[in-house]
């Protein structure tokens, strides 16, 4: 039993084509009109199947297919939407593989002890709102009614607003929330956005853990002056202070901290930003992230030092503040076993590794059991219009994926029927 | 005999009061309205005072005073524009200085060997166009009508055009070129836009040297990917190989160069400039400037050599440009020495020092014999509103010009009938 690389070519160039920006990328926001035509194109595709669908309050959408309907289910999905000039793959890849696995398990006529609902996340990107997740969020209720009111766009329209504006039943955002019982396990296929597997020539990736963060917003005040009439003795340069700072983070991340650990600093604003004047101020961004909290520790330990050593030896003032976080998550070791069972038993080249992205799989861990499988993005491209999965790891990580859900939906019922 | 703090005020306020950009600084560019406005003004005082008036093709205004007319004059002055919201006192303090000495001239009918010229060249900021003392490269002969007509502003006018419509009779830029047997020495009291006056409790600086430059674009090219699953060691992330050129840069201007030597790194560009994304490229500005061209070469070299190692170690590709580069200018011995008994007779509490900027002045020194003064910037700010600059510090560098403007233009005399 396999997928069909055909159906999901169909599927991808189907979808690829409901783009704002088309030649540059997929930008598919969640509640846009390119939204609202994947979803048609793919809600055809799951009455076609003669799936129970529902879309929820916040628009994730969940597709049951099998008899036992009461029974917790094998959930599997993930986002469709996309960041702005994104890529190809990102979430969709996800969805579709899950899409054609239960496509399979129709055609196949498997006999099922659990159903399999195909669960599609809305907003994951935070490409509306800037909140990354809210679908996932929502739906494991760690935001309600009152938050989405709060939560608001660009524009200043609130999520709830927005929602209820595409059509959603907005106010049973609450009702909606997913119960345990509903759910006895959760896996979610994801392209890896890194270039471990490619790197280490891997076909698939079983994910153990997926890391917290940390992320700072550091400001260094000077005084800006002439570039040519202060002399060196004289300046206090803010600029030069956080390369210091920014080169030494990166030392300690690859260094001093865990093998897992990993520290970026992504942007920086210098003022007045001229070539010819000494900065005023600069803020840079620190992202740090492992998934064991010892490994961020280290690093913002190591940062605070040196922050307050390079603001005293070159009379600069310095502020820290942390404008994020959030903790290292463990996968479920039932799920991620299953997962690696399946592969040894296929004789996949996998590898058992963590990821560095935060996920809806995330989300879900407080209410079921989740395990994640990662196939390569070449180049460790991702969210730009080079992002690219090969189809065989597409292949591979699908094939992996359906027969983990047939091991977890079938394979139970016999062990079940053994020990009774 | 000295200079008259009371009008120098009057012309202050008069001249402050011509500003595109009332309450945010002085924001006066050569060929604006603004400019005509404070021409219109020192026009009007420069006629009271009967002076024999020349507005050249760029539009220096150049105003002799003196009976000698067919001998070199002493020539004093500076510029009127400014940068975008920029200071009170800029070049103009050094204009209304030089009106100010002739002023006191004439009230105290001194007898003079040699006419004394008051000198304000236009467009010094290169707030127009670009390029910086623009009027005394047109005067010196360093541009000539062709380059004119391809020099051009933001809206792609040419520098041609734009002298043209301000009713300049540009076509005789070359004619106007300013000829040796016309001036005998030239003098520039400017404020110092550094902090070392203030810094060391002088009151008065006399220039000996006007620092060369060479500004250099620095691009590292890296490998733009998420900061959350790219593993250190899979990274190349020009941002934080920046970050180490950017403070090694200072620490070898501080340690390694000579003490005249000055290196900035002033602007930054990172790309694509998110707090989770490793970067793709940065770009830097980095200007280097000394009186001795040793103390630029051996920033510049040490500058190649660790980019070359931070682009090998990180593996980023890197390309360094120079962008501007201008040779260091001795000011003439004769006037420093001239300029340094007046200050010593009268017992200023002066310092011997450098210009870490390049002023029109230094465009001169291919033409005549050329001293500065500086008077001392609070705080080192310049270019912005904060700029400013104490009254008594302009009386004492007014009146230190004044002494020495007679002691050239007077003494010289006595020496010459004592000698025949």
Do not use: W
Not at 329 to 338: E, T, W
């Amino acid at each position: 039993m396999e997928i069909n690389l055909d159906r999901m070519r169909n599927d991808f160039s189907a979808i690829v084509s409901f783009t704002k920006t088309p030649n540059h990328g997929c930008t598919r926001f969640s509640y846009s009109n390119e939204d609202r035509q994947v979803r048609d194109y793919l809600l055809l595709q799951m009455q076609g199947l003669g799936l129970s669908i529902k879309v929820d309050a916040i628009g994730n959408i969940r597709a049951i297919y099998g008899e036992e309907i009461d029974k917790p289910s094998i959930m599997i999905g993930s986002h469709i939407d996309t960041v702005e000039n994104g890529g190809k793959y990102g979430g969709l890849t996800g969805v579709l593989v899950a899409l054609e696995i239960i496509r399979v398990l129709k055609e196949e006529q498997v006999t099922l002890s659990r159903s399999v609902e195909l669960i599609i996340f809305a907003e994951e990107e935070g490409s509306n709102f800037g909140i990354t997740m809210l679908g996932s969020k929502v739906l494991t209720g760690k935001y309600g009614i009152a938050d989405l009111q709060s939560i608001r766009n660009g524009e200043g329209d609130s999520a709830y607003d927005v929602a209820k504006r595409f059509g959603l039943d907005i106010e049973s955002a609450e009702k909606d929330v997913l119960e345990e019982e509903e759910v006895n396990a959760m896996i979610e296929l994801h392209i890896e956005q890194g270039a471990v597997l490619e790197t280490l020539n891997k076909s698939v990736g079983i994910v153990q853990a997926i890391a917290g963060m940390k992320t700072f917003k550091v400001t260094l005040e000077g005084d800006s002056n002439h570039a040519g009439t202060t002399p060196m003795d004289l300046r206090q340069d803010p600029l030069s202070g956080a390369g210091n700072i920014i080169s030494y983070i990166q030392r300690i991340a690859k260094t001093v901290a865990l093998p897992t650990t990993v520290a970026t600093v992504g942007k920086i604003i210098c003022e007045p930003n001229m070539p010819n004047v000494i900065p005023q101020r600069v803020v840079f961004f620190v992202d740090v992230r492992d998934v064991e909290t010892k490994g961020i520790d280290l690093v913002v330990d190591r940062l605070i030092e040196k922050l307050n050593a390079v603001a005293a030896e070159d009379k600069l003032q310095c502020k820290i503040e942390l404008i994020g976080a959030s903790d290292p998550v463990k996968l479920s070791s039932r799920i991620v076993q299953a997962i690696e069972e399946t592969a040894s038993e296929y004789g996949y080249n996998y590898l058992k590794m963590n990821s560095g992205a935060v996920h809806d799989a995330a989300m879900m861990t407080d209410v079921t059991d989740v395990g994640m499988i990662f196939i390569p993005s070449m180049g460790g491209k991702s969210h730009c219009p080079e992002e690219y999965t090969r189809e065989k790891d597409i292949k591979s990580g699908g094939d992996l994926l359906l027969q983990t859900v047939i091991k977890l939906a079938v394979k139970r019922k016999k062990t079940n029927r053994t020990s009774s």
